[in-house]
């Protein structure tokens, strides 16, 4: 608390002065005035070398004591498997309450750090074989999510770990057979994202910035008896942290509006509105007003979004056809109890069909969804 007492204190003299220097100084300034301040988190320039979205969160976890020694610094640096270790440590004590030693013989050879030790005596880590652990190693993606899913499973082990649904990345056959549990439980709670055209980049690195905020985001749901649901985004610096619930909920009462105002509106080859559509035309153009970029063609979106299966279709997914059962050459928008929204062909409006008999039951293709 008093960490963000001198941050906040720091800021305001820093507008009143208008120089972004007098920001440091004033927080050196008041560490005098609390004398029991943490200089310790403010050496070499801390926070400051954090991205200005993570240091309100930073600051917090410090409240909370959920930094380690290793990672009060250099925010931005590619976090190592290390000081992911030490983190994921801090976050089992903090949410189990419990100490975790480290055994009496240490089970690597390239190591001595008794956090390391302790991970793996817990089950949060593991090592690469030979005994060896390479903590200097940067911690990618996939070995981030697995020691955060450990950490929580060996803190809390009456939870119920059941996945909230099932999400496929494009490149889900990346992620090591390994992580995939993980990731999936994570994603379901909203804990890790993609880092955008659908991909997770397993093998990629994670910032010390982005393992404290996870470790913060995850100790506030789970502090307690049972794990409170996350906000469906809890942490992505690549998206938007509203709650994705909410969000979806505006969002669909848009979309219905938006097709509401384009049934009857005549079909028109090449047609993008506002007065006459074709297929894609009318998916193009409704999505647009919701500030989502879709390809033109039919065939172009249904290479968007992601995978959903016919019996887990939602309002807002795109449905795809095709009449040689492989070639895509019509689309339209789902809006619930096995019906869809389109542009049919030459002499039809736009109207609601059924996918659940008939000419469209049969040449049914696909289905992506674009609304996250």
């Not at 290793?70 to 976050?91: D, H, M, Y």
């Not at 803190?155 to 990731?183: G, T």
């Not at 409170?228 to 009462?253: K, W």
Request: with cysteine; glycine share 8%.
């Amino acid at each position: 608390m008093q960490l963000r007492l001198l941050l906040e204190g720091g800021q305001k003299l820093g507008k009143l002065f208008k120089f972004p220097g007098i920001v440091l100084l004033a927080a050196i300034v008041l560490i005098n005035v609390f004398p029991g301040a943490d200089c310790y988190a403010l050496s070499e320039n801390a926070l400051y070398s954090a991205s200005h979205w993570a240091k309100n969160d930073i600051v917090e976890a410090n409240d909370l004591n959920l930094l380690t020694g290793n990672t009060q610094g250099n925010f931005q640096a590619k976090i190592t498997r290390e000081e992911f270790s030490e983190l994921a440590v801090q976050l089992y004590e903090a949410l189990s309450g419990k100490t975790a030693n480290a055994p009496a013989n240490n089970p690597f050879v390239d190591t001595q750090n008794p956090a390391v030790a302790a991970a793996n005596k817990l089950g949060i880590v593991k090592g690469v074989g030979n005994n060896r652990f390479l903590p200097d190693s940067t911690a990618t993606r996939e070995e981030v999510s697995v020691m955060l899913y450990n950490a929580i499973k060996a803190a809390k082990p009456d939870y119920s770990f059941k996945c909230l649904n099932e999400h496929v990345f494009i490149d889900q056959n990346a992620i090591s057979p390994w992580a995939q549990e993980a990731v999936k439980y994570l994603y379901s709670r909203g804990v890790v994202k993609g880092v955008g055209n659908k991909t997770f980049s397993p093998r990629a690195a994670t910032s010390r910035e982005e393992a404290v905020i996870m470790v913060k985001r995850i100790y506030e749901a789970f502090q307690k008896s049972e794990p409170e649901e996350l906000p469906s985004q809890v942490f992505d610096p690549d998206i938007d942290m509203l709650s994705r619930g909410s969000a979806r909920s505006n969002t669909i009462e848009t979309l219905k509006r938006l097709i509401s105002a384009e049934i009857g509106k005549p079909y028109q080859w090449g047609a993008a509105g506002p007065d006459s559509f074709d297929c894609s035309g009318l998916v193009y153009y409704i999505y647009g007003k919701l500030g989502i970029s879709l390809p033109r063609v039919s065939a172009a979106q249904a290479k968007a979004g992601t995978y959903v299966p016919k019996s887990d279709l939602v309002y807002g997914d795109l449905v795809f056809f095709a009449n040689d059962g492989k070639n895509v050459n019509h689309v339209g928008i789902y809006v619930g109890s096995g019906e869809f929204v389109h542009a049919p062909s030459s002499g039809k409006t736009v109207r609601i069909s059924t996918l659940e008999s008939g000419y469209y039951a049969n040449t049914y293709y696909t289905a992506r969804r674009v609304i996250p």
